[in-house]
């Protein structure tokens, strides 16, 4: 159960960006025109460093994370087997309230040795934790999944599920455990542009969304508890990344609405949101 004290801040926010909330702000004043930042340049990855399973920070084993026709890829051509290098694509800067979106798509075959459930698998890793301090063996980030699938051909298979390497979040005012959770989304077959977006709220809120639909939203992301204790330290910011684990992918667009200048004052915050997803941002294939 859920201390008393942090039953607040969690229902407030629950019900500030609720649908009926947001949409009686169509007579407050207008909120404030956002834009869209891009994080990928289209030419380079000078933005970005790299941490691959094994290999030294900014190694770039097996040219796995590359530029190619204005996308980034995660490719496996170099590589005679995958031998659990999972790597990760880290933006240089981390993000503590924000809208990031992503366009992407899975492409070709899984390399050798590849799990079975890395198959079509990618995620963007939210709340991550600083590249340089992660161990030379270490697989993943200690951060909150945002989980890319693709479908393979015929089983329900969605995608912007959450999964959990070294945290844990509030769900319906009990506290999740399990490593991954689905979402509510589609299942995408073969190699079609999917959009995933995050809206992250500090440590209050996330809300996943796929080609413009919310499907999935939990509360107060958090490292997983230590000394038996329910709950662990809340997450506020962090680090942004894009995953390899195993299975080709290309990121046509990486782009964030940075709203930490709205984060201590709910109304604009609100409005901004509001605003952001009324537009059903579908790619086009």
């Not at 790299?50 to 590589?79: A, C, M, P, S, W």
């Not at 070709?108 to 030379?136: C, E, F």
């Not at 997983?224 to 195993?246: H, Y």
Request: some cysteine; glycine content about 8%.
């Amino acid at each position: 159960m859920l201390k008393r004290r942090h039953l607040f801040p969690m229902l407030s926010i629950a019900v500030l960006f609720s649908l009926p909330f947001l949409l009686a702000l169509k007579s407050a004043d207008a909120p404030p025109k956002v834009k869209w930042e891009q994080l990928f340049n289209g030419k380079d990855l000078k933005d970005w460093t790299i941490k691959i399973r094994k290999h030294k920070l900014n190694e770039n084993f097996g040219n796995t994370f590359r530029i190619v026709d204005g996308k980034i890829q995660v490719n496996y051509d170099q590589y005679s087997k995958f031998d659990e290098q999972y790597g990760h694509l880290f933006y240089k800067k981390p993000f503590s309230y924000y809208l990031i979106g992503v366009e992407y798509r899975f492409t070709g075959d899984q390399v050798k040795d590849g799990p079975g459930w890395a198959y079509r698998n990618s995620g963007v890793m939210i709340h991550g934790q600083d590249p340089k301090t992660m161990g030379l063996d270490q697989d993943f980030p200690v951060s909150i999944e945002v989980q890319l699938l693709g479908g393979n051909g015929k089983d329900k298979r969605p995608t912007a599920n959450v999964c959990t390497p070294g945290t844990q979040y509030v769900l319906d005012n009990s506290v999740v455990k399990s490593h991954c959770l689905d979402s509510k989304s589609a299942t995408f077959h073969g190699d079609q542009w999917v959009r995933v977006e995050a809206l992250v709220l500090g440590d209050s809120l996330v809300v996943h969304y796929v080609n413009g639909d919310e499907v999935l939203r939990y509360q107060r992301p958090q490292l997983d508890p230590v000394g038996g204790a329910e709950e662990g330290a809340l997450l506020k910011s962090g680090t942004i990344s894009l995953q390899s684990e195993s299975h080709p992918v290309e990121f046509r667009k990486v782009e964030i609405v940075n709203l930490e200048k709205y984060a201590h004052d709910p109304q604009k915050l609100a409005g901004v949101i509001r605003q952001l997803t009324a537009e059903k941002r579908v790619p086009k294939q």
